[in-house]
Nanobody, 119 residues
């Protein structure tokens, strides 16, 4: 059974940093793409970063490019999202998700973790 679990959310002041970790089980993390999504009140859940199993190619939404970094550790079955220079607009529930290679939609989801950035 594929399971994903986020950790590392919390509250931080603007300009600060947080690291989110997604721990996966039920499959080898190296066999599926991983993405980080976020959802804030009044906005749809959107993909902000992803890492592709085919060569480790990464992609970022413009809103986080240059501030967030996605990475994957096959040894401990985790994917991380390093978030730097946070601002209040980054306040949201953050979700990690996984999809099979060549699929467009992410089929496997964690429960989400809250990130709150105060000014």
């Amino acid at each position: 059974q594929v399971q994903l679990r986020e950790s590392g959310g919390g509250s931080v002041q603007a300009g600060g940093s947080l690291t989110l970790t997604c721990t996966v089980s039920g499959y080898r993390i190296s066999t599926k793409d991983v993405g980080w999504f976020r959802e804030s009140p009044g906005k749809e859940r959107s993909l902000i970063a992803s890492i592709n199993v085919r060569g480790g190619y990464t992609r970022y939404d413009d809103s986080v490019k240059g501030r967030f970094t996605i990475s994957q550790n096959n040894g401990d079955h985790t994917a991380t999202l390093q978030m730097n220079n946070l601002n209040p607009e980054d306040t949201a529930i953050y979700y990690c998700a996984a999809r099979d290679p060549l699929e467009y939609h992410f089929s496997y989801w964690g429960q989400g973790t809250q990130v709150t950035v105060s000014s």
